[in-house]
């Protein structure tokens, strides 16, 4: 699938040429559906954008309803929007909001490891892409998406440019045990006890539990202080953690808390300090 929208500036007429393309990539578990979205009127080989989406969202998500993909692929990056385990066109995206209900941890954090495990077939694929720049290569998310971004990074940083986390990142248990997304009417159970399996997760991958895997990585972590879905302390905690490790480079860390945002949707004031960190670390006008 490839389609293709031409708009025209209001300052120079340049015609401003995005595409849109559907793909499938082989994963370790099951194909990763995934759109990668670009400004075909602008050079490449193009720096690279994976950006993952949160909970119960899906990769359409961040094409044109949300600006995120659009500005980047303005500042000459390629935007890869995956789909997440579980979510829109995987296999099992019909049942979501069923398992979600039945443990929002469980599916939360499996979903989270299952992506961070996908993440070197994306960027071997990527290597591959016509047009790609793979020695310019970010991760970046929200929510979900956040932690998987940190997950990711803690893996593979010496493979990235950056990272940019938004609205989670780290500190899994308390998140579960604190979130509002858990009550009636909405996710449950309404007993917040981690079953052993998810504990064991948790344990896997927490980036909490490795701060040493991140320096000298390029790492954004931004959150709002009006976050109900994962408050913001699991985000200062991780920084917290974080700072020792930079201490040679503090400059490569950058923590910010961003008054009156909430979870959803990021505020400008979010996506500006996220879209600066990107384009600053990954070279782009």
């Given amino acids: 699938m490839s389609t293709s929208r031409t708009d025209a500036s209001a300052n120079a007429g340049q015609r401003r040429v995005y595409d849109l393309s559907g793909w499938s990539v082989a994963g370790p ?104 720049d793979a020695s310019r290569v970010a991760v970046a998310g929200l929510s979900m998406g956040g932690y998987t971004a940190a997950v990711v990074a803690s893996r593979l940083g010496n493979q990235l440019r950056a990272a940019g986390c938004v609205a989670g990142c780290a500190d899994l248990a308390h998140c579960m045990a604190a979130t509002d997304s858990i009550g009636p009417g909405k996710y449950g159970p309404l007993d917040r006890a981690l079953d052993p399996e998810t504990t064991k997760r948790i344990d896997r991958i927490d980036p909490l539990g490795c701060p040493e895997h991140f320096a000298p990585l390029p790492l954004l972590l931004v959150h709002g202080d009006r976050d109900t879905c994962n408050p913001c302390v699991t985000t200062q905690r991780f920084a917290a953690a974080l700072r020792p490790t ?37 070279s782009t006008g």
Avoid at 44 to 59: A, F, N, T
Avoid at 251 to 259: F, K, P, S, T, V
């Fill in 29 to 132: 578990v099951e194909s990763i559906p995934l759109l990668v979205y670009e400004r075909q009127d602008l050079p490449g080989p193009k720096p690279v954008v994976i950006y993952y989406h949160g909970v119960s969202q899906e990769k359409e998500t961040y094409v044109d309803t949300h600006p995120v993909a659009r500005r980047l692929a303005d500042a000459g990056c390629l935007v890869v929007l995956p789909d997440a385990p579980g979510h829109g066109q995987r296999p099992t995206g019909r049942m979501l909001r069923e398992r979600l209900r039945q443990s929002l941890a469980r599916e939360f954090c499996a979903d989270i490891e299952q992506a961070a495990d996908e993440a070197p077939a994306l960027l071997s694929w990527l290597a591959g892409h016509p047009g790609v």
């Fill in 246 to 282: 930079y201490a040679s480079e503090p400059d490569a860390l950058r923590g910010r808390l961003i008054a009156g945002a909430p979870h959803w949707p990021p505020t400008a004031a979010v996506i500006d300090e996220l879209l600066g960190w990107l384009r600053t670390h990954l």
